[in-house]
């Protein structure tokens, strides 16, 4: 154990200050050292690939400690880092300009994370041939890629950008971070559970074509994902205030001053946000009186037969 411990001591202070890799061996060699450090020691892998958020790293290794966060937050970090292995670099003024953000967060994957690719929900409405909604979701995903210029990022996969402020109530990049891995342990959770979803969830929604690929109507894909990160920053802001800080963040103020808001969150969330996000599709947009867990168990599906 003494052996084991001391290489993994090792190995994490050389990943501390990696030697250039000049070899698809010598990577693969790297990516297994990181397997072995992430399951030997998970906390200081956590806290390694924290390295570049000086402001926001402390918060999120107290919070994995703390006995009064609850555990669900707490497994969102863990789904990053130890089940996808999350990178996290700075989103500085420099690498802004380069890559054309427009946020203080964002995260970044490729097919490669995701069991499934993204449907026109027009499309997905009518009764078109799989490969014709094929072909609509990956046109999709392409005009995604266009937002950015990826060239000035890692290639690793996922990957989170995120800002690294003092916090505020104009700035809270912790929650801002937060926001951004909730949408990984979300892609995560569909991963695991695509094929359950997909005998419950009508096929406007979800399908299975004739290769077997999964095929996921954007809006819903975009309003499920939005709501739950939403969700996490608004009840991780209400968990974490008065304790890691003192001011609320601002776009929470309609919430937290007005007890009917506060009481009925999720709704108030949804409506904004399927207009925030462009939701057009009406099935969609009807499943915001739901939370999340009724609409993947088909609750309102149920009541529409």
Same mark, same amino acid.
């Given at each position: 154990?003494?052996?084991?411990?001391?290489?993994?001591?090792?190995?994490?202070?050389?990943?501390?200050?990696?030697?250039?890799?000049?070899?698809?061996?010598?990577?693969?060699?790297?990516?297994?050292?990181?397997?072995?450090?992430?399951?030997?020691?998970?906390?200081?892998?956590?806290?390694?690939?924290?390295?570049?958020?000086?402001?926001?790293?402390?918060?999120?290794?107290?919070?994995?400690?703390?006995?009064?966060?609850?555990?669900?937050?707490?497994?969102?970090?863990?789904?990053?880092?130890?089940?996808?292995?999350?990178?996290?670099?700075?989103?500085?003024?420099?690498?802004?300009?380069?890559?054309?953000?427009?946020?203080?967060?964002?995260?970044?994957?490729?097919?490669?994370?995701?069991?499934?690719?993204?449907?026109?929900?027009?499309?997905?409405?009518?009764?078109?041939?799989?490969?014709?909604?094929?072909?609509?979701?990956?046109?999709?995903?392409?005009?995604?890629?266009?937002?950015?210029?990826?060239?000035?990022?890692?290639?690793?996969?996922?990957?989170?950008?995120?800002?690294?402020?003092?916090?505020?109530?104009?700035?809270?990049?912790?929650?801002?971070?937060?926001?951004?891995?909730?949408?990984?342990?979300?892609?995560? $959770? !569909?991963?695991?559970?695509? @094929?359950?979803?997909?005998?419950? =969830?009508?096929?406007?929604?979800?399908? &299975? +074509?004739?290769? #077997?690929?999964?095929?996921?109507?954007?809006?819903?894909?975009?309003?499920?994902?939005?709501?739950?990160?939403?969700?996490?920053?608004?009840?991780?802001?209400?968990?974490?205030?008065?304790?890691?800080?003192?001011?609320?963040?601002?776009?929470?103020?309609? $919430? !937290?001053?007005?007890?009917? @808001?506060?009481?009925?969150?999720? =709704?108030?969330?949804?409506?904004?946000? &399927? +207009?925030?996000? #462009?939701?057009?599709?009406?099935?969609?947009?009807?499943?915001?009186?739901?939370?999340?867990?009724?609409?993947?168990?088909?609750?309102?599906?149920?009541?529409?037969?």
């Amino acid at each position: 154990m003494r052996i084991l411990a001391l290489f993994v001591t090792l190995v994490t202070f050389l990943l501390a200050d990696p030697l250039p890799l000049n070899s698809a061996k010598a990577a693969s060699l790297c990516s297994k050292f990181l397997a072995i450090v992430s399951k030997s020691n998970p906390k200081r892998f956590i806290a390694w690939r924290l390295r570049e958020i000086s402001e926001i790293k402390p918060l999120i290794l107290r919070m994995m400690d703390d006995p009064e966060i609850p555990s669900n937050f707490k497994r969102i970090v863990e789904t990053a880092f130890l089940d996808e292995d999350t990178k996290i670099i700075q989103l500085t003024d420099a690498l802004r300009r380069e890559t054309n953000f427009d946020s203080n967060a964002t995260y970044i994957y490729d097919n490669k994370f995701s069991k499934f690719i993204f449907g026109d929900p027009h499309a997905m409405a009518q009764t078109v041939s799989g490969a014709d909604k094929g072909a609509a979701a990956q046109n999709c995903n392409e005009e995604a890629q266009k937002r950015y210029n990826l060239d000035h990022l890692p290639k690793h996969r996922p990957l989170v950008v995120v800002q690294n402020r003092p916090l505020s109530r104009q700035a809270n990049d912790f929650i801002s971070l937060m926001h951004e891995l909730s949408h990984i342990r979300f892609i995560h $959770f !569909l991963n695991q559970n695509l @094929s359950a979803f997909s005998n419950v =969830l009508p096929k406007q929604l979800v399908f &299975v +074509d004739e290769v #077997g690929r999964f095929h996921l109507n954007r809006d819903f894909y975009d309003f499920m994902a939005e709501r739950y990160a939403f969700q996490i920053e608004y009840t991780l802001l209400k968990a974490t205030l008065g304790n890691y800080y003192v001011d609320a963040y601002q776009r929470y103020d309609a $919430f !937290l001053t007005h007890p009917e @808001s506060d009481k009925n969150y999720r =709704l108030a969330l949804s409506n904004i946000l &399927v +207009d925030a996000y #462009g939701i057009t599709d009406p099935f969609v947009r009807s499943l915001s009186e739901y939370t999340i867990a009724e609409i993947f168990r088909g609750v309102p599906f149920k009541l529409r037969q």
